[in-house]
């Protein structure tokens, strides 16, 4: 059997592969094709070109009327061939020549379009360009308004229903995760120690002061894997949730609470509860979120409430959660109008299952991805938690919350400049209760929380296109219209990172070298800007450290080839915008160092009050060795090594670490130990589970 | 990001996913390059057709290209875009089936030649899902639950569907040796 194998491979693999195929003509494979493919379309319907590239398309979601507006010749703006087609479906009778058009999925020529359903403010405001922005061109309009809100479950069905060559099951083969799990166990604590008797219940002294999840905005909790009062130290990693009792640098593993078939995600903790979310294991199913009562045993849980979706993000103000969870609609042909279970994103409340009203459904003017995202507003202090729910059919790819107002954004793909665009949902909080807002779409992808501000009800967006290199700072109304855009920062730079101080924009993009940007915000329909620096290297991350101080976590590069040579500290001197400096810097690691903190701003523990910054990074030297890095911050003699905690060894990647009182816990995928932070003497090292 | 686009041989693979993920074009074609023979053959062999294999191959890269940042987990790559491809050679299919009297055995294959028993010809003379099970399962070396998971057919039907036409080649392969 083994011979027909190879005889088979043989003739099946021995045709060359064509040219136009070869991977060194990627390029056109990705661009040339559609390119073609929309000049096809056009011509069907017969519109004049005056070449692709100057040709805007405004269609109409429902009419699909074709208007054509030739002054529109800005590249970057290229609205493209938006029509909503179906290959298979004989309902789509209403579209013209389908069968003309090749089948494939339209994810990737989905583009831009502009709705002329809605109010024209495509002219009404004129956007303001800083004149101190390099090579300033006319920025594009956010498009506001992309989404409404549903009337009936009809419309959302037909919708779903037409929205055939958008339903791929991309993800992950669902039932290959299912076999992943090991030991399914019926919902078990395993008490693995007695918890130390004695002290427990003495009069609380003044309990040791603890390090916060590092949250982008004070007041705002944001979901971590890492949680803990100053008593108890929660960790999610892996499968299962380990309580860790931890005392001057002793810790006692208290509880590892494991549930079959669930894996959790992150947590939040509100006084005395601990809110768990647990991810189904399998993809297409609800997340459960528990809560238990951190002086109890951890046994069972006081309150449980599921919503359809897998874990995206969840943000906590006093004891209102907002939650936010997303999941794609697998692949199926055959649904009719009754299976709300298939189309209708549902959540359960006291064991009762319920679907969502179709008035709290958004769908988007023309749909782009069959997946939902699901946004809810619990108060975990109640046995029923949840009070408010909607659902945007779109994806989840940045949450941002403020106090006020919560906004998704969802990157759209541009297949024609290579760029996408971002539709911004934002949807206002009041109490737990989440409603919808307005929406918009801009230019430029949206990379992470840190891109977006709220500030004084106006939300400001640092948008980014990859491919042409270019970076762009909006200021948009509480309506998401367009006050203002600077364009052009940093031309032909990635931007790297972003952080808002009140009006104050830093945006950090790099090539070769770092120019750190300052925006002044104030008068947020006429942004200046105030300085630029150039320094090596540049920043992932940054932190207000003090009044006039910013810290950057970021990577080291060479001034002149801009190849990375190492991670670095820097102290910014902010104190004076118009004249931006680098007060201090601290190399380390070396050209192979990464560090999770690049992507995870939550791996970064920063305390100007306890004078602490602390960096987990990976480094190559021999052999594999993780790193967890403690340093401290004086005004002159700038950064300091307090200590750094050394292992090679795959369980000892480390992910997060807290302070309690005077000791360090550093939490690594299976481990957790504890460094006195006097002398950076290890206490004690233990298992996960 | 630097490192990984000046040597392109000394990469690791799971951080150009990683970059992909992240909408970097380069690391994207590093990937595409570790997977196009295989995404080509497949898609030949299946569909029997080489202008339609192009087709559908450089369809397959757009959407992976668009969608990769829906790419959850990062070591599943392969998988990910062979289910986009089974997706597309589905389709593909379809067409076939509506529009059978103009694509029957594709361009080259004319009149088969009943003289001789040519292994190419058995291997397009097989039912077009029984080309994509086999053409994954020989080509790439997937087991059968794995295309089972790509294909959305059932593994066991996978299985018989693999067996069945291996049991055919090798009677032909027989015949035509004596």
């Known amino acids: 059997m083994n011979n027909i194998n190879k005889e088979l491979y043989t003739h099946m693999t021995e045709a060359d592969v064509p040219e136009t195929l070869l991977p060194e003509n990627i390029e056109g494979l990705l661009v040339k094709r559609p390119a073609k493919r929309f000049l096809n379309r056009t011509a069907i319907y017969g519109a004049a070109l005056a070449g692709a590239a100057a040709l805007v398309i405004v269609v109409a979601a429902v009419t699909n009327s074709l208007t054509y507006d030739p002054n529109d010749t800005i590249l970057s703006t290229l609205p493209s061939d938006t029509a909503v087609y179906s290959t298979d479906e004989p309902s789509q009778s209403d579209l013209p020549a389908t069968e003309d058009l090749p089948a494939t999925v339209a994810s990737s020529e989905q583009a831009t379009s502009i709705d002329t359903n809605q109010p024209a403010n495509t002219t009404a405001t004129t956007p303001t360009v800083s004149t101190t922005a390099p090579a300033p061109v006319i920025p594009q309009e956010p498009v506001p308004e992309v989404a409404e809100v549903l009337g009936d479950y009809q419309q959302l069905y037909e919708l779903i229903k037409n929205a055939e060559h958008l339903r791929y099951n991309y993800g992950l083969p669902t039932d290959d995760a299912a076999i992943g799990i090991a030991n399914p166990m019926p919902p078990t604590v395993m008490p693995t120690a007695p918890a130390p008797g004695g002290d427990n219940d003495s009069p609380t002294t003044s309990s040791p002061e603890f390090s916060q999840t590092n949250n982008q905005i004070k007041d705002i909790d944001e979901g971590d894997i890492v949680k803990t009062d100053g008593k108890l130290i929660y960790v999610s990693l892996g499968n299962a949730v380990s309580v860790i009792k931890a005392e001057n640098g002793e810790m006692t593993r208290l509880a590892v609470l494991e549930k079959s078939g669930y894996t959790p995600a992150e947590m939040q903790l509100y006084n005395d509860r601990l809110i768990i979310f647990w991810n189904k294991s399998t993809s297409g199913g609800d997340l459960l979120v528990e809560t238990y009562l951190t002086s109890g045993a951890f046994d069972k849980p006081t309150a449980s409430y599921s919503q359809k979706g897998s874990y995206i993000s969840s943000r906590m103000q006093g004891s209102i959660v907002y939650l936010v969870t997303s999941y794609s609609l697998p692949y199926s042909n055959d649904f009719t109008h009754d299976d709300y279970d298939y189309y209708v994103p549902s959540y359960t409340v006291n064991g009762q299952k319920n679907y969502i009203p179709p008035n709290c459904i958004i769908v988007p003017d023309e749909l782009q991805y069959t997946q939902y995202t699901v946004v809810s507003g619990l108060d975990i202090s109640k046995t029923d938690m949840q009070i408010s729910i909607k659902a945007n059919l779109g994806r989840a790819d940045v949450v941002y919350s403020s106090h006020e107002n919560l906004y998704i954004a969802q990157r759209i793909y541009d297949f024609f400049t290579w760029d996408g665009n971002t539709d911004i949902v934002k949807f206002s909080l009041n109490k737990g209760n989440v409603e919808f807002a307005a929406s918009c779409r801009i230019a430029g992808w949206v990379t992470n929380q840190f891109y977006m501000d709220e500030y004084k009800g106006n939300l400001r967006v640092v948008a980014e296109k990859s491919f042409e290199l270019d970076t762009m700072l909006y200021a948009l109304d509480k309506d998401l219209k367009l006050l203002s855009v600077v364009t052009g920062i940093g031309k032909g730079e990635r931007c790297q990172s972003v952080r808002f101080d009140n009006e104050i924009a830093y945006i950090v993009t790099f090539w070769q070298i770092d120019p750190l940007f300052a925006f002044d915000m104030s008068d947020p329909k006429n942004p200046k800007k105030l300085d630029e620096l150039k320094i090596p290297g540049f920043s992932r991350y940054m932190h207000m450290w003090s009044a006039g101080r910013l810290l950057g976590v970021g990577v080291d590069a060479d001034e002149i080839t801009g190849r990375r040579t190492g991670l670095k500290l820097s102290m910014f001197d902010v104190s004076n915008n118009e004249q931006l400096s680098e007060r201090h810097v601290l190399a380390f690691g070396n050209a192979n160092s990464t560090s999770i903190t690049e992507k995870e701003h939550r791996a970064v523990l920063v305390s100007p009050e306890k004078n602490i910054i602390a960096v987990p990074y990976h480094y190559w030297s021999y052999a594999s060795t993780n790193a967890y890095a403690v340093f401290s911050y004086h005004e002159t003699a700038g950064f300091t090594l307090i200590g750094e905690i050394e292992r090679t060894g795959k369980e000892y990647d480390f992910q997060r670490g807290l302070f309690i009182g005077e000791y360090i816990y550093i939490i690594s995928n299976h481990k957790i130990i504890s460094v006195k932070l006097s002398d950076f003497d290890e206490v004690r090292e233990i298992g996960l589970r | ?178």
């Open chain 2, 1 to 178: 990001m630097t490192d990984l686009v000046e040597n392109k041989t000394d990469y690791d693979f799971n951080e150009a996913v990683g970059l992909a993920v992240k909408g970097d074009a380069e690391a994207f074609a590093l990937l595409y390059a570790a997977v196009y023979k295989d995404l080509y053959h497949v898609a030949l062999y299946s569909l029997k057709n080489s202008a339609d294999a192009e087709d559908v191959v450089s369809e397959t890269v757009l959407d992976a290209f668009s969608t990769i940042r829906t790419l959850r987990d990062e070591t599943a790559f392969k998988a990910w875009i062979m289910k986009i491809l089974s997706a597309k050679i589905k389709r593909k299919f379809k067409e076939y089936i509506k529009a059978r009297e103009q694509v029957t055995y594709g361009e080259e294959a004319t009149e088969p030649n009943h003289d001789s028993f040519d292994i190419k010809f058995e291997l397009q003379n097989l039912d077009n899902k029984d080309k994509l099970v086999l053409s994954l399962s020989i080509i790439c070396g997937y087991t059968s639950k794995q295309i089972s998971v790509f294909t959305g057919m059932n593994h066991n039907t996978v299985r018989t569907r693999i067996a069945r036409a291996k049991e055919k080649l090798k009677e032909r392969l027989q015949y035509e040796q004596h």
